[in-house]
């Protein structure tokens, strides 16, 4: 049986990286927002791309992927910061620069995430992970 030490030191490290960089690149984000400041929110995107890659390292350090928890975060995550996105952009409330600057969060977060699904499974095994053939035209197994 494997020790549940390195599963604890592979929290605490991803745990780190997000509380440092995280919330880092997200207040260098909104504090682009606030200056209506693209170039400085760019850089939060930046900074939050950098967790992200930091993350990654973690899992190949410990040879380990995404929990499902880590998963579920991040999607849920993803999909609340865009419906307040959606939701600011339908009230009016956006400056230009400021729906440049989510376009941007949101792009280099989707680009992101499918170069890591594309870099980590492959181009079929990708599409795997979304697609699922009903039980009626999945080729019998041996």
Known sequence: MKSPVPIVERSILIFAVWAVLGFLGLGIFLEGLKQDSWLLSAA?????????VAHIIVNGVFDTGFTPGETALGIGAYGVLGLVFVAGAVGGSLTMTNY????????????????????????????SRFHIKPMTEREPSK
Do not use: M, Q
């Open 100 to 127: 440049y600057s989510g376009l941007t969060l949101f792009g280099v977060l989707a680009a992101g995430f499918l170069a890591y699904l594309l870099t980590r499974h492959g181009l079929r095994g990708a599409f």
């Open 44 to 52: 939060g995107v930046a900074v939050i791309v950098l967790a992200f």
